[in-house]
């Protein structure tokens, strides 16, 4: 299958290490139903004989988890390893990584596949419910009719969109829904979509690649626009900042140096909407404008 026709709105080539198993994948070992159980502790199971690993969705909703796999290879359903990635600590060490996206529809169980050891390495998010995207109506008239400024500078294009809207990477939470993530070298200069002021900066993380704990560590910029818009930047590299919180900042200008920092299995600038009402609710509409820098 072309990737061009990959189901998910992602770039299969852009997360290397990362098996996308969203309701189901071809080469993990199945799907079967399972009886509802209220026990967290029977969510990651393993078959000492069958050597098959398992998430278990007992509820009677749709749940996810991330999970990884270090230094470890797990295999599928005709015996072949999965292609790994890699993961990289805050101190710069680095470790072969693999890791699944799972989202599993109620009252199954997802056999991913085998692996010699249950807990060698291992690492899981707790299975949540998963929750529909949803965009308020009275916050789309809040944005800019135009279209927003490019993010990144046209000399060193173009960019290749990775993963859009719903995105089943990272993407298929209502806080992530509409945001995009755009290949791009480590220390591209990351340009204000706008006119506003810095809300906020994090820049100490120096961490990289696959781990699912990555998941909660990033390096972002945040703009609040004119408009009442909150434009985050993230995966920006550490300590590369050019602008300090609550100054003013225009269209075009550089607030800091694209990276690979935090849950990032490739160097890339992802970039959502939010509106200052509501910082932390779902993520608004963007699209970008002709304007460039």
Not at 273 to 285: F, M, N, R
Request: glycine content about 8%; proline content about 8%; aromatic content about 8%.
């Amino acid at each position: 299958m072309a990737e061009s026709d990959w189901p998910g709105n992602y770039l299969p080539s852009a997360c290397p290490g990362c098996v996308i198993v969203h309701r189901s994948h071809p080469a993990i070992v199945g799907i079967f139903p399972v009886q509802e159980s209220g026990s967290a502790d029977d969510t990651f199971q393993w078959d000492p004989q069958s050597k098959v690993f398992t998430v278990v969705n007992a509820k009677r909703y749709p749940c996810f988890t991330y999970l990884t796999f270090l230094g470890t290879h797990v295999h599928d359903r005709h015996g072949r390893p999965f292609e790994p990635g890699f993961t990289r600590s805050d101190a710069g060490a680095e470790q072969m990584a693999l890791t699944f996206v799972v989202v599993a529809d109620p009252m199954t169980a997802v056999r991913l596949g085998r692996v010699e050891a249950a807990t060698s390495g291992f690492f899981a998010i707790e299975l949540e419910q998963l929750q529909a995207p949803s965009v308020p109506a009275a916050l789309q008239a809040h944005e800019d009719p135009e279209g927003y400024a490019f993010p990144l500078p046209d000399a060193a294009g173009p960019y290749l969109c990775t993963q859009g809207i719903g995105g089943h990477l990272t993407h298929f939470f209502p806080e992530s829904y509409h945001a995009v993530d755009l290949r791009c070298a480590m220390h591209t200069p990351v340009l204000s979509i706008g006119d506003g002021i810095v809300k906020e900066i994090a820049q100490t993380h120096k961490c990289g690649g696959i781990h699912a704990a990555n998941l909660a560590k990033w390096n972002s910029v945040s703009v609040v626009l004119e408009s009442g818009i909150i434009v985050d930047y993230l995966h920006i590299l550490a300590d590369t900042a050019r602008v300090q919180v609550g100054d003013h900042v225009r269209r075009g200008q550089v607030l800091c140096e694209s990276g690979d920092i935090g849950f990032a299995p490739e160097p890339h600038l992802h970039v959502e909407l939010h509106s200052a009402a509501d910082p932390d609710g779902p993520s608004l509409p963007l699209h970008f404008g002709r304007e460039r820098f």
